[in-house]
């Protein structure tokens, strides 16, 4: 039998190689520009339901977490993102530390990066994301 090591198998360089590649913002905004920067039909930890939750577009997205899955027959990249805006709702070129953490983005896409899911979790506490548009129960 064989001693495969999967830490020097080529995919893992190959895998490192496409993430570095990934301007991890630009295909953040690409996505909430195609949803013109709202989430439809969020349900918050609480079981509250939004129908739509429009985002500030001084939303910047720094990837922290990547993954690769595999089905009998399909493939997929699995990218996690911290989503952070500006303090004071507006842009601005100030340090990372100026920045509020508003939630995270998990994108998933096929094996030719087309788009196949999304999942949000949003602080919906913060004070520039305008939920007026919440049905309370």
């Known amino acids: 039998m064989s001693n495969l090591e999967l830490k020097n198998h080529p995919v893992w360089h190959d895998f490192t190689e496409i993430l570095k590649n990934i301007d991890a913002n630009t295909l953040v905004k690409e996505h909430l520009s195609l949803c013109d920067y ?3 039909g969020y349900w918050d930890e ?3 339901y939004y129908e ?3 985002l500030p577009r001084t939303l910047e ?3 922290t977490s990547s993954s690769i899955g595999v089905t009998q027959n399909k493939r997929f990249l699995q990218l996690k993102f911290i989503l952070t805006a500006s303090r004071n ?3 601005d070129n100030l340090s990372h530390n100026n920045r509020l953490r508003i939630g995270e983005l998990e994108l998933v896409y096929d094996e030719n990066l087309e788009f196949i899911d999304e999942n949000w979790q949003l602080d919906i506490d913060y004070p520039f994301l305008d939920i007026q548009h ?3 129960e």
């Open 38 to 40: 709202k989430v439809c």
């Open 46 to 48: 609480q079981d509250k």
């Open 52 to 54: 739509e939750i429009p």
């Open 61 to 63: 997205a720094e990837l």
């Open 89 to 91: 709702g507006v842009e």
């Open 134 to 136: 919440a049905l309370q």
